[in-house]
C-alpha cells in the first residue's frame, strides 16, 4: 500500500470519527440543554410517588349522639405497584403473594393486567390484612418488588345485624356509578354507599382524600415524605332513631318469632315494625327481619352467604336483604278506620248507625262471614272497630262505593310512597276500577283480537274456496256466528276481569284484596288519625355534623298534607281505637294492665294456599298509638304467616311502646290473647 492510498484512508476514518463525535456531542447537548426539562421530570417521577391518603368516611350516630353505628376502622392493605415491578417479574412476584395471602395467584396477575386500571396508581389485591401476613410480607421484601403495604379505612358496623336496612353498606364504586359521577372526583378503586343512608347520604359521608408526595429508593421503597396534604373526614349523621328503642324493636321481634315458629306457626320468620313521631313524622325505630350482617360486604360474598340474602322463592322465601318495612302488604282489618272514613264523610252513614251481626251477610248471590261464627249482634262503628267487625265493614264499603274507599286511602297516604331517605321504598297498590281496567283490558283485548283473526283467516280460505253463492253465504252466516259468538266470551270474560265488581268492594272494605301498603305507610296513616289529620313525611336523619362538631345541615319536619276528614269522624275513629285495648276489644287481652292508653287496631291477612291447595297462616298485623288522650308516637308492625294480628305483630308493638314510656316489661303480663 502506497503512502499516499493510506493517508488518503486515514482522512477518510478521521472525518467518520469527527462525524460521529459531531452526532454524539450534538445529542448530548440536545438532551442537556433542550430536553433537561422532560428528563429532569422522568427522574422525578422514578424518583417520587404521589400516594393518595384515603378520607375517614363520616359516622353515623343514634339520636343521642353518643351511640356509634357506623364508623371506618384502620386496616392494613396490600397493592402493587406498577412502577416498582417489571413485566418479567409479575409471575414471580404473583406466585409468591399468592401464597402469602392464601389467595389465587390468576386473580392477583387479572387485577395488575386490567386494561381499565391507571398504572401510576397502585393495585389493591388485599384489604384488611391481619398484621402477621404483614410481617410476612416484610420477611419476603426482596422478592416482592412494588408489593406495598397501606393502611386504609374500612367501613365497620358496629353492632353487626343491627338495623341493616337502614344503615346499608360500602362497597368499591361500580363502573356504572362512576360514569355518573365522573366529575365528582371518584376514581375506580373509590369507596361509595351502596344502599340505605351510607347511599342516600354518599355526597355528605365521603370524605376528601389527602395527598402525599414520597422519594423512593430503586426499589420503590419509601425514603422520606416530600409534601402531604391531609385527608378531610366526611360528615356525620346524626339519626332520630334510639338505640334503646331500634334495640327493643329487633329483640322483640327476634323472641316474637322464635315463640311462633314453636307453637304452630313454622314460617313465622319475617316481618317489620315502625315507630314514627306522631307530630313530627321522625321515624323512631324501623326493624326488618330477617336481618343481615353488612360488614359481610367488606369481603367476597360467598355463596351460603348470598343464598341468605338474595335467595328466591323455591330456594329461601325470606331473603335477609329485603327491608319489609318498605314492601307492600295487604293490611287486612287495620284497613277498617279508612271505611269508616270513606262510609261518614260520604254521608252513606252515621256514628250511630247500627247493623246486626248474625256471622254472616248474604250479598250478590254470595254469603260472606265474619271472623267470628256467631257473629257480633248490633254494633255500631266504634263497637264495630272494637271488635273488628266484618259484617258491618262489608255493608259500610258497599254503603261508601269503591270511589271513596281509593278517595280516603290516598287522603291518608296509603298506596304512594311517603319520601322517607331512604332507596327502594315500594308505593304499594291502591285498586279502583281505573288500576283493574288498565291492568287487564289490554291483555284481554289482545288475546281476543288473535281469535278473531284466526276466525277470519279460517273462513277467507273456506270462502276463497267455495263453489258456489249459496256455499258462500252460508259461510260468511257461519263465520258471523261465531264472531258473535266469541265477542259474548268476551263480553262475559270482560265483566269479571276488567269491569269492578261489588264483590271487590266488599273485599277491599277489610283490606284483602288486591290491596298493598307498606308497614311505613300504615304508621304514617295512624299518626295523621292520631294528630288530627296531619300528614308528616318520616325522616331518619337529623342533622348532618361535620367532624369539627358543626351543624351541616339541619332537618325539620315537614307537613306533606292534610287529611280532607272531619274532626268528628276522626274522633270517633279514635273512640274505636281505644276501645280495641279496652274490655271486648281484640287486643283487650295484650294491653289490659298497661299503664298508658293505647289506641289500636288488630289484623289478619289471608295469604292464599299452599302448593296441597290448604289456606296459608295469615299475616299478623298490628298498629296502634299512645296515648290516647295527647298522642305522641305511631306504630305498626307484622309478622309473616303468624296468625292472629294481636299474639304476633301486636306483642312487639307493646314492647315497643313499653320501651318509649319506659315501662318495665316485667311489670306487664307477657302473655296475651287475641281475638282476631
Not at 387479572?110 to 401476613?133: C, H, M, N, S, Y
Not at 287495620?334 to 256471622?359: N, Q, R
Not at 291502591?430 to 277470519?456: C, F, G, T, V
Not at 295523621?528 to 345541615?553: E, H, T
Request: include cysteine.
Amino acid at each position: 500500500m502506497t503512502e499516499k492510498i493510506l493517508v488518503k484512508k486515514l482522512k477518510v476514518f478521521l472525518a467518520l470519527v469527527t462525524i460521529i463525535f459531531a452526532v454524539l456531542i450534538s445529542r448530548i447537548a440536545y438532551v442537556q440543554l433542550v430536553q433537561t426539562e422532560r428528563f429532569t421530570t422522568l427522574s422525578e417521577q422514578n424518583r417520587i410517588r404521589p400516594v393518595t391518603i384515603p378520607a375517614k368516611r363520616g359516622e353515623v350516630f343514634d339520636s343521642t349522639g353518643k351511640v356509634i353505628l357506623a364508623k371506618d376502622r384502620p386496616v392494613y392493605s396490600v397493592s402493587v405497584s406498577w412502577l416498582g415491578i417489571q413485566d418479567q417479574d409479575l409471575d414471580k412476584v404473583a406466585a409468591t403473594l399468592a401464597s402469602i395471602l392464601a389467595i389465587d395467584e390468576n386473580e392477583i396477575k387479572e387485577k395488575i393486567k386490567d386494561p381499565g386500571i391507571r398504572k401510576f396508581e397502585p393495585i389493591r389485591i388485599a384489604k384488611d390484612v391481619p398484621l402477621e401476613v404483614v410481617t410476612k410480607i416484610e420477611e419476603n421484601r426482596a422478592d416482592l418488588p412494588g408489593v406495598e403495604i397501606a393502611v386504609e379505612p374500612m367501613r365497620e358496623y358496629v353492632y353487626q345485624d343491627f338495623m341493616p336496612h337502614i344503615l346499608g353498606y360500602v362497597r368499591e364504586i361500580t363502573e356504572k356509578q362512576l360514569e355518573r359521577h365522573k366529575d365528582d372526583g371518584y376514581s375506580m378503586g373509590d369507596r361509595y354507599g351502596q344502599a340505605g343512608l351510607e347511599n342516600m347520604y354518599e355526597e355528605f359521608l365521603r370524605g376528601q382524600d389527602g395527598n402525599l408526595l414520597v422519594e423512593v429508593d430503586k426499589s420503590q421503597h419509601p425514603v422520606r415524605e416530600l409534601a402531604k396534604e391531609q385527608p378531610i373526614p366526611g360528615n356525620n349523621l346524626v339519626l332520630n332513631i334510639d338505640y334503646r328503642l331500634q334495640k327493643t324493636a329487633e329483640e322483640s321481634m327476634d323472641r316474637t318469632m322464635a315463640s311462633l315458629q314453636q307453637n304452630g306457626y313454622p314460617d313465622a320468620r319475617a316481618g317489620a315494625v315502625v315507630m314514627v313521631d306522631v307530630n313530627s313524622g321522625k321515624v323512631l325505630a324501623m326493624a326488618s327481619k330477617p336481618g343481615f350482617d353488612p360488614n359481610l360486604f367488606n369481603g367476597k360474598i360467598t355463596p351460603e352467604q348470598s343464598e341468605a340474602l338474595f335467595g328466591g322463592k323455591e330456594t329461601n322465601p325470606f331473603p335477609a336483604f329485603n327491608n319489609r318495612a318498605m314492601m307492600g302488604y295487604p293490611p287486612g282489618s287495620t284497613f277498617k278506620m279508612i271505611t269508616a272514613a270513606a262510609v261518614l264523610e260520604s254521608g252513606k252513614a252515621t256514628i250511630h248507625d247500627t247493623y246486626f251481626d248474625p256471622g254472616s251477610v248474604r250479598l250478590f248471590g254470595r254469603s260472606y262471614g265474619c271472623w267470628k261464627p256467631s257473629g257480633h249482634g248490633t254494633v255500631n262503628l266504634v263497637k264495630a272497630i272494637q271488635t273488628s267487625c266484618n259484617v258491618y265493614f262489608y255493608q259500610m264499603g258497599l254503603r261508601a262505593g269503591v270511589e271513596n274507599l281509593t278517595k280516603y286511602v290516598r287522603e291518608f297516604g296509603l298506596g304512594q310512597k311517603t319520601g322517607i331517605d331512604l332507596p327502594n321504598e315500594a308505593s304499594g297498590l291502591i285498586p279502583s276500577k281505573e288500576w283493574k281496567r288498565e291492568l287487564n283490558e289490554p291483555s284481554l283485548q289482545k288475546k281476543y283480537e288473535e281469535m278473531y283473526q284466526e276466525i277470519e283467516d279460517k273462513y277467507a280460505e273456506k270462502i276463497g274456496n267455495a263453489k258456489s253463492e249459496s256455499e258462500k253465504k252460508r259461510l260468511l252466516r257461519q263465520k258471523e256466528n261465531e264472531l258473535k259468538w266469541k265477542k259474548k266470551e268476551y263480553d262475559n270474560e270482560a265483566h269479571w276481569s276488567v269491569e269492578w265488581r261489588e264483590y271487590e268492594t266488599i273485599i277491599m272494605s277489610i283490606g284483602q284484596g288486591y290491596n298493598l301498603y307498606t308497614p311505613l305507610q300504615l304508621a304514617n296513616y295512624v299518626a295523621a288519625i292520631a294528630n288530627g289529620g296531619i300528614r308528616y313525611q318520616p325522616y331518619l336523619v337529623d342533622s348532618v355534623v361535620d367532624y369539627k362538631g358543626d351543624i351541616v345541615k339541619k332537618y325539620d319536619k315537614k307537613e306533606v298534607g292534610k287529611v280532607d276528614v272531619s274532626p268528628e269522624t276522626l274522633a270517633a275513629i279514635r273512640r274505636g281505637m281505644r276501645a280495641v285495648a279496652e274490655p271486648g276489644g281484640t287486643a283487650y287481652g295484650i294491653f289490659r294492665e298497661f299503664p298508658v292508653e293505647v289506641a289500636g287496631k288488630t289484623g289478619s291477612a289471608q295469604t292464599g294456599k299452599d302448593k296441597n291447595g290448604k289456606d296459608k297462616p295469615t299475616h299478623g298485623l298490628f298498629v296502634a298509638y299512645a296515648p290516647y288522650d295527647k298522642p305522641e308516637v305511631a306504630v305498626a308492625g307484622i309478622i309473616e304467616y303468624a296468625g292472629h294480628g294481636g299474639s304476633s305483630a301486636g306483642l312487639v308493638v307493646r314492647d315497643l311502646l313499653a320501651e318509649y314510656f319506659k315501662i318495665d316489661r316485667n311489670q306487664i303480663p307477657q302473655g296475651g290473647v287475641s281475638e282476631e
